[in-house]
């Protein structure tokens, strides 16, 4: 079996691979590096212990994709490419649904064309919008107030309509919470260029001590300690959720979508404690105001995931806090 792992050099994608052989699976990887490190290729040979084909390809270029499944043989396609920055998509909203829709659109229509019709596709809580109570099922209201949260509700909503059409394609669209963490190799992990956006980028950036202190979001919001819940979810056990999905995707027609996250609520004060704890490190933080468009609190219904695919996450946060610091640490060689 061959896999198609679009954006598979990025955080998740890279995962996923390790995961793919480990499971046996042969993958390709075609990923235009536009947020990642096009080096990771060597790192996920290095921790798998073999070659895979990489193209440098982008998914705006039907001709490329096309291609691509002429070249190969492809039984499925696991798609994490596109674009993911929030606060970007307002300001760029273009380039965002250019590179997220239309260029799913490439991927799916040269699916069609080679006749593989099974895809995985990443989707976000984000489309759980702000008006639903926590925990959110996979059958709630949809809704997004950003271009990036709205590339991931139109995505979904052609993957259902794909697969009203034609009976033959299967689409497993999972939603994902928040992943963390990293190989626990150190060799692979989240460190994305400029200032972090997102709160264990910036923590590990504070932790290493080029950035002074973090800015909580917020300690008036209705959680238990006042700072905002989310759902964290280790990044190996999430790329374990992918080879689940596929496999489900394997024996099962038609679209199905899947909340991938621990189902446990944990807060911005919790985490700074667990990860001061396993850096041994002392976070600094002050408290500013609320951050647009958050909300106080996220966290999965995880019931289906866990019945019909079989999955759930079994790491907790004080291991997902130590493998972003030890992955942070050896990147800068500490
Ligand atoms: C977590 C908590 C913040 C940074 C986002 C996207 C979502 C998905 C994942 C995907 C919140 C607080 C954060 C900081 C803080 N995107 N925080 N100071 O917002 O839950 O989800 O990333 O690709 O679509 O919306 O994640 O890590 O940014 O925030 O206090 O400097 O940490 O307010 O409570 P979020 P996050």
Wanted: include cysteine; glycine fraction near 10%; aromatic fraction near 10%.
């Amino acid at each position: 079996m061959s896999i198609l792992v679009t954006g598979g050099n990025g955080f998740i994608g890279s995962h996923t691979c390790v995961e793919l052989a480990e499971a046996g699976y042969d993958f390709i990887i075609m990923d235009n590096c536009s947020n990642s490190d096009e080096k990771n290729i060597e790192v996920i040979q290095k921790i798998i212990g073999k070659n895979f084909k990489f193209y440098n390809a982008d998914m705006r270029d039907f001709n490329g994709v096309d291609g691509i499944f002429k070249e190969n043989t492809i039984d499925s396609v696991i798609h994490f490419a596109g674009l993911k920055a929030v606060g970007e998509s307002v300001e760029k909203p273009l380039e965002y649904y250019e590179n997220n829709v239309s260029g799913t659109i490439n991927v799916l229509k040269a699916m069609n064309k080679n006749s593989c019709k099974n895809i995985i596709f990443s989707s976000s809580a984000t489309v759980y919008g702000l008006n639903n109570k926590v925990p959110f099922e996979e059958t709630m209201p949809l809704s997004a107030i950003n271009p990036y949260g709205q590339s991931k509700i139109m995505i979904e909503k052609i993957l259902t309509d794909l697969c009203k059409a034609d009976l033959e394609w299967s689409a497993v669209i999972l939603r994902y919470f928040n992943p963390i963490g990293a190989h626990e190799s150190g060799l692979l992990g989240e460190n994305p260029k400029g200032i972090p956006n997102n709160l264990i980028p910036y923590i590990n950036h504070v932790a290493l001590g080029d950035l002074p202190y973090l800015n909580i979001f917020g300690n008036d919001y209705d959680t238990p300690d006042g700072t905002g819940v989310r759902d964290y979810i280790h990044v190996v056990d999430l790329a374990k959720g992918h080879i689940k999905a596929m496999d489900y995707g394997f024996k099962h027609k038609g679209a199905e979508v899947f909340n991938l996250g621990s189902g446990k609520g944990t807060s911005v004060f919790e985490i700074v404690k667990a990860y001061e704890k396993a850096s041994g490190k002392k976070i600094k933080y002050k408290i500013i105001g609320r951050r647009a468009g958050d909300v106080g609190m996220c966290y999965a219904d995880i019931r289906k995931a866990e019945k019909v695919l079989d999955w759930h996450a079994k790491y907790d946060i004080e291991k997902m806090c130590r493998d972003s610091w030890n992955f942070i640490k050896k990147q800068h060689g500490n």
